[in-house]
């Protein structure tokens, strides 16, 4: 008889399989694990008679998914933006407030000031909010430093949040986020500096897993962009972009040209750029806490997306500035209310295309053989209710890797 780790039994599958329709829901299904990974996700009655585990738990039809991933955050960060959302509430335009020193500039002073291990504390209730509902892989971004010392501590410290958690940290180097205060008005000396010093730095010291950057007509030009992006190119590192947030320079078009696994925002991008993205699998990441947060009145073009074939993903984008977000299910009733996503898609949308965002659909996103046996299991009666329901919580348990952990914390 072949002995497994773990078998889960008695529950309800969304196992996100493209092998499957939908959402690839089994009604009585089985997942049963050994070293961590699956080695079996689907009806109950065709699991191999073979398996055995000593240790068994009986769901009582409660409804398991992949683990939630969280595709799109700028987690790790010194101080908070709270004032300056009074400030814009009582009145204040936003060029007032970066004019007074605030904005990014705030930010990226009081992360400057911060060292690892002050950013990764700073940091935990952020990433522990996620866990909590079920999150299982969070990217996080650099960006706050725009210089070497603290662009590397960013990343370390987001290194350092996957060693306190049991969760999976994939980090994106975004030193082309905006123009350091100290070189306002010469973006062109500072993508030198990302191209030349630090970034060959930071692929190096292998603390970057993707390069992202910020191209718009408030940081930079799409030849600046793509100046960075061929740089990564020839350091082995594949690309992601904020793209087309603002207005349209075309950035869809230029992610899919690099090949990058995800083009991000994509309010203002055209049909052009969609279809391109499509033809180069480039996942388009919608990010509605931003949307919402700015007071955003352009939606992402979702129909140009379907019409075309675009996988779409959803995500927090939780940061200080326009979008201090820690909750993945608000973010997808989000999606469904302002951008009108499906169930389908909203669901799909932090388990299977998030994980494709990554490049790490082979190792998660779906209950498959082979892949990390990463779940969330819920107290809910139907999938629907995980992005029907606004601030309540029904995850029931956690795994991650084939084991639960940290519950006596309250980390499920």
């Avoid at 996620?130 to 960006?143: F, M, Q, R, W």
Wanted: with cysteine.
């Amino acid at each position: 008889m072949a002995s497994v780790d773990h078998i889960w039994h008695g529950c309800r599958l969304a196992t996100l399989s493209p092998s499957r329709q939908g959402l690839g829901l089994v009604e009585d299904g089985l997942i049963a694990a050994a070293d961590g990974r699956i080695v079996y996700a689907g009806p109950a009655a065709d699991a191999p008679l073979s398996l055995d585990a000593e240790q068994r738990t009986n769901c009582d039809g409660r409804w398991i998914t992949p683990g939630l991933v969280d595709c799109h955050t700028h987690l790790v960060y010194g101080g908070n933006r709270a004032q300056e959302f009074e400030q814009r509430l009582a009145g204040a335009s936003y060029e007032e407030i970066a004019r007074a020193g605030g904005g990014i500039v705030s930010t990226v002073k009081a992360t400057r000031q911060a060292d690892t291990e002050q950013l990764m504390v700073a940091s935990l209730p952020r990433l522990d909010a996620l866990i909590a509902e079920g999150v299982t892989t969070v990217e996080i971004k650099s960006g706050y430093g725009l210089e070497l010392d603290t662009e590397r501590r960013q990343l370390q410290a987001a290194r350092k949040l996957g060693a306190k958690r049991a969760v999976s940290i994939q980090t994106t180097f975004l030193g082309a986020h905006t123009v350091p205060p100290e070189m306002k008005g010469n973006s062109g000396a500072y993508i030198d500096a990302v191209c030349n010093a630090m970034l060959p730095q930071i692929a190096a010291a292998g603390l970057a897993d993707a390069v992202d950057a910020f191209c718009e007509g408030i940081a930079f030009s799409p030849e600046e962009t793509a100046r960075v992006f061929a740089k990564a190119q020839t350091l082995g590192l594949p690309v992601r972009l904020h793209a087309d947030q603002l207005s349209n320079l075309h950035g869809a078009a230029l992610a899919a040209r690099f090949g990058a696994l995800s083009a991000d925002h994509l309010e203002y991008a055209d049909d052009e750029g969609i279809a391109a993205m499509a033809r180069a699998g480039t996942i388009a990441v919608v990010l509605p806490g931003a949307f919402y947060f700015i007071r955003e009145e352009k939606a992402p073009p979702i129909e140009s997306m379907r019409r075309h074939g675009a996988r779409i993903a959803l995500a927090t984008d939780s940061n200080p500035g326009t979008s201090p977000l820690t909750s993945l299910l608000l973010a997808m009733n989000m999606g469904a209310t302002l951008f009108r996503l499906t169930v389908d898609e909203c669901i799909s949308a932090v388990t299977r295309e998030a994980a494709r965002a990554l490049g790490r659909f082979d190792d998660i996103g779906s209950l498959e053989r082979g892949k990390y046996c990463d779940l969330a299991i819920w107290n809910i009666e139907r999938p629907a209710e995980l992005v029907y329901r606004i601030g309540f919580n029904p995850l029931h348990a956690r795994v991650w890797h084939g084991d639960s952990h940290a519950v006596a914390a309250g980390l499920l």
